[in-house]
């Protein structure tokens, strides 16, 4: 056994080679008292699919899927949306009185034609798709008439409605 001679007075015993090996922990030993932690089990990645195939286009629209109800019932808030618009026109009884006969005829026409779609709507379901797109073309393009200022812009407003009641895609409607 070997003896420290630093301190004359303590006298420690140094351990030896095989009391070393002890004292570090073998790998042998769990986990728990290592002093390092082994990286995680490798687990290999699952291929991906190429971006290019992962998106696709938004499905068409099916109206074969939609209920006709339904369907008959958005038509129906869409040409009433479009009557309060017209009527809005109507409203304004002297600017209606100046502009030319012909013009207030047509504006008739289309208000009778639309009033017509509103009482024949239960009747909807037998319209063809072609008579379906008509009216629905019809309320998008009289929503793209810009109805602010309606008191200085009366005549363009009008002039505008009555080239769209002109195109002829309610012409199918018999009064």
Same mark, same amino acid.
């Given at each position: 056994?070997?003896?420290?001679?630093?301190?004359?007075?303590?006298?420690?015993?140094?351990?030896?080679?095989? +009391?070393? =090996?002890?004292?570090?922990?073998?790998?042998?030993?769990?986990?728990?008292?290592? $002093?390092?932690?082994?990286?995680?089990?490798?687990?290999?990645?699952?291929?991906?699919?190429? $971006?290019?195939? @992962?998106?696709?286009?938004?499905? $068409?629209?099916?109206?074969? @899927?939609?209920?006709?109800?339904?369907?008959?019932?958005?038509?129906?808030?869409?040409?009433?949306?479009?009557?309060?618009? $017209?009527?809005?026109?109507? =409203?304004?009884? =002297?600017?209606?009185?100046?502009?030319?006969? &012909?013009? @207030?005829?047509?504006?008739?026409?289309? #208000?009778?034609?639309? *009033?017509?779609?509103? =009482? &024949?709507?239960? &009747? !909807?379901?037998?319209?063809?798709?072609? +008579?379906? +797109?008509?009216?629905?073309?019809?309320?998008?393009?009289? !929503?793209?008439?810009?109805?602010? !200022?309606? !008191?200085? &812009?009366?005549?363009?407003?009008?002039?505008?409605?009555? *080239?769209?009641?002109?195109? #002829?895609?309610?012409?199918?409607?018999?009064?």
């Amino acid at each position: 056994m070997v003896t420290s001679t630093s301190s004359p007075k303590l006298t420690v015993p140094l351990p030896t080679i095989h +009391q070393i =090996d002890l004292v570090i922990a073998p790998l042998d030993r769990p986990p728990a008292t290592r $002093l390092t932690t082994l990286p995680p089990p490798f687990v290999p990645s699952t291929p991906t699919i190429p $971006l290019q195939y @992962r998106i696709s286009a938004p499905p $068409l629209p099916s109206f074969a @899927r939609c209920d006709p109800i339904d369907l008959l019932a958005i038509v129906s808030s869409k040409v009433s949306a479009v009557i309060k618009r $017209l009527q809005a026109i109507f =409203d304004r009884k =002297d600017q209606l009185l100046d502009i030319p006969h &012909n013009h @207030r005829l047509a504006l008739q026409r289309i #208000g009778d034609k639309l *009033e017509w779609i509103l =009482d &024949n709507i239960k &009747n !909807g379901s037998s319209w063809t798709r072609s +008579q379906q +797109q008509n009216i629905d073309w019809f309320c998008k393009e009289f !929503g793209k008439v810009k109805f602010s !200022g309606l !008191g200085q &812009n009366f005549e363009c407003i009008v002039k505008a409605l009555v *080239e769209l009641e002109q195109f #002829g895609s309610l012409d199918w409607i018999v009064v």
